[in-house]
C-alpha cells in the first residue's frame, strides 16, 4: 500500500458560505469586509496549491536534477570524448525531441484509459514515464558507441513524451479552475529549480571523481560518476511519485467539478471517449472539435513557429552583445533564474487578468527580446536585459498555456487534450530551429532574427484575432475564470466558450 492511497488531492470542501477565506480568495472583501487577514491570505494560497502538485513539483525538480546533470556533460562526452560531429549531434538531438512530441500524444491517449476500478491511469502513465528516464541514466555506463547511446538517449526522450500529459492532468484535476495558473507556476517554479541544480550538481561531481572535460575526452570517470550519481537522483523521483502523489484525483472522478465536460464543450461522449472505458488514440484528434482547444492549439502552433529556439538564441546574445566566450554557459542559467522568480506570481497573474493574454502577452515580450538584440546596444546590461526578458517570456507562457488548455478539455480526455495542444507547439518549434537554422547559414545570424521577429509580430497579432474574447449575450466575456461554487458545475470561462 502505498502512502498516497491514504492521502486525498484534495482537501474536504466545506459550504461556500463557512469556508474560510472563501469569499476574499474569489472576489476579494465583500462590501462590509474589512481588511482580508493574514490568516485569509494563507488559506487562500493553500487552496490555491493543492499538495498534490506541490508533489508533483518535487518529482519534477529531483528529476531534471538528474536529467540536466547528464545534459551538461551529454554533448562534450560525445564530440570530444566519442569523436561525434556537432552536425551528427545536432541531428540526433532534434531528431530526439521531435520523436519525444510525438510520443506525448500516445502518453495523454494512455492516461485517460481508466483502469478496472473506473480511475484514470494518469500517475501510472507517468510513473512509467519517469521509471524510462530513471533506467537510461544507468544504461549510459554499459554503451560506448554512439548508436547506442543514440537510442538511450531516446528512450530517454520517450520517458519524458510519455509522462508530460499526464502529469500536467493531474496538476490541473487536482486545483480549482480558478486557481490552475498560480498551481502550474508554482510547478514549473520548481522544476526550473532542479534545471539550475543539475549542471551544478554535474560540476561538482566531475571535480570529486577527478575526471577533468579536457580537449581530448578527459578521463571516462568523470563522466560515469555523473551518469551513476543521475540515476540515483532519477530513481528518488520516482519514488517520490510514487509514494506522496495519490492515485485517484478528485477532478477525475467529477468532471464537472473540474471543466466543462463533453457536451457542455461541444464534443461529443463518442467523439470524446466518454463512453468507452478503452477510448482510441484517434479519438484524441476528435476534441480539436472543441473551440477554445482548437483555438489554442491554432495559435500554439502559430506561435511556435517564429520562436527562436534556446542555443540559438544564446549565441546571438554572445555574438551580437560582445559577450566573453567564456561566459556562454552561464546564459541558460541567466533565463532559469529569470523564470524561477516569476512563474509563481506571473501564473497568479494569469489567474486574474485571463490566461490567454498573459499568454499573448508573454510572446509580446519575447518579441521584446528581440527588438533588444537587434538594437546598437551591447555590453552586460543588455546581456541582462535580454535574459531576464527570456525567461519572463518562459514563465509568461509554459504553465500558463497548459492552464488555459485544461479549461476547454473534459476531465475524462484532460490528459488527451493537454497532449493536442503541447504537441502541436513542441513540433512547431522544432520546424521552426530547422528553419532557422538554414536562414541563418544562408543570410546571416541577424537578418535571420529580423526575419522571424517580424514574422513574431505578425503571428501575434493573429493569435490575438483568434483568441479574441467570445461574444456573450448580456455583457463581454470575464477576463478571468471564476470560482466555481462547491458542488456545482464549472463556470463559464472565455476559454471555454460555453454559452452560459
Not at 365 to 373: N, P
Not at 438 to 452: D, F, H, M, Q, R
Request: hydrophobic residues 50%; glycine residues 14%; proline residues 7%.
Amino acid at each position: 500500500m502505498y502512502v498516497a492511497d491514504s492521502r486525498s488531492s484534495k482537501a474536504p470542501v466545506a459550504p461556500a458560505e463557512t469556508r474560510p477565506g472563501r469569499r476574499e480568495a474569489a472576489d476579494g472583501p465583500g462590501p462590509g469586509d474589512g481588511p482580508r487577514s493574514g490568516t485569509g491570505r494563507r488559506t487562500a494560497v493553500r487552496a490555491a496549491v493543492p499538495g498534490t502538485v506541490v508533489a508533483l513539483g518535487v518529482v519534477s525538480l529531483v528529476t531534471d536534477v538528474s536529467s540536466e546533470m547528464v545534459s551538461a556533460v551529454l554533448p562534450l562526452y560525445l564530440l570530444t570524448g566519442l569523436g561525434l560531429s556537432p552536425l551528427g549531434f545536432g541531428l540526433l538531438d532534434g531528431i530526439q525531441n521531435g520523436f519525444s512530441a510525438l510520443v506525448r500524444l500516445l502518453g495523454g491517449h494512455l492516461a485517460d484509459r481508466r483502469g478496472r476500478d473506473g480511475a484514470p491511469r494518469h500517475k501510472a502513465v507517468a510513473a512509467v514515464g519517469y521509471g524510462l528516464s530513471a533506467l537510461c541514466k544507468p544504461l549510459l555506463l554499459l554503451v560506448h558507441t554512439v548508436p547506442l547511446i543514440g537510442a538511450v538517449v531516446a528512450v530517454d526522450r520517450t520517458g519524458k513524451g510519455l509522462r508530460t500529459a499526464p502529469r500536467d492532468a493531474m496538476i490541473s484535476l487536482a486545483t480549482e479552475p480558478a486557481h490552475r495558473g498560480r498551481a502550474f507556476g508554482v510547478h514549473r517554479a520548481m522544476d526550473t529549480a532542479g534545471a539550475l541544480l543539475g549542471p551544478l550538481t554535474a560540476f561538482l561531481v566531475l571535480r570529486l571523481a577527478g575526471g577533468p572535460m579536457l580537449a581530448d575526452g578527459g578521463q571516462q570517470q568523470g563522466y560515469h560518476a555523473v551518469f551513476a550519481v543521475s540515476g540515483c537522483v532519477a530513481v528518488l523521483g520516482v519514488l517520490v511519485l510514487l509514494l506522496f502523489v495519490p492515485n485517484r484525483l478528485a477532478g477525475a472522478g467529477t468532471p464537472e467539478a473540474a471543466g466543462p465536460s463533453s457536451e457542455a464543450a461541444g464534443v461529443s461522449s463518442d467523439a470524446a471517449g466518454v463512453s468507452d472505458t478503452r477510448p482510441r488514440l484517434r479519438d484524441g484528434l476528435a476534441l480539436l472539435r472543441v473551440p477554445g482547444l482548437r483555438r489554442l492549439t491554432v495559435c500554439a502552433v502559430l506561435l511556435g513557429l517564429t520562436t527562436v529556439s534556446d542555443s540559438f538564441l544564446y549565441l546571438l546574445v554572445q555574438r551580437r552583445l560582445g559577450l566573453s566566450v567564456e561566459y556562454f554557459p552561464l546564459l541558460p542559467l541567466g533565463t532559469a533564474g529569470a523564470f524561477l522568480l516569476l512563474a509563481v506570481p506571473l501564473g497568479a497573474l494569469a489567474d486574474r487578468i485571463g490566461r490567454r493574454l498573459l499568454f499573448l502577452a508573454g510572446h509580446g515580450v519575447l518579441l521584446l527580446a528581440y527588438g533588444l538584440l537587434l538594437s546598437p546596444l551591447d555590453g552586460p546590461a543588455a546581456v541582462v536585459c535580454v535574459l531576464l526578458l527570456h525567461g519572463s517570456f518562459y514563465a509568461a507562457t509554459d504553465g500558463v498555456l497548459a492552464a488555459a488548455a485544461a479549461d476547454t478539455v473534459p476531465a475524462e480526455r484532460r490528459g488527451a487534450g493537454l497532449a493536442l495542444v503541447g504537441t502541436g507547439q513542441a513540433l512547431a518549434r522544432f520546424a521552426c530551429s530547422l528553419a532557422f537554422g538554414a536562414l541563418w547559414s544562408a543570410v546571416g545570424g541577424t537578418t535571420a532574427l529580423t526575419w522571424s521577429a517580424l514574422a513574431l509580430a505578425g503571428c501575434v497579432t493573429g493569435a490575438a484575432f483568434v483568441l479574441r474574447e467570445p461574444a456573450v449575450p448580456g455583457g463581454p466575456a470575464a477576463a478571468a475564470a471564476p470560482v466555481a461554487a462547491p458542488g456545482e458545475p464549472a463556470p463559464t470561462t472565455d476559454d471555454s466558450e460555453v454559452p452560459s
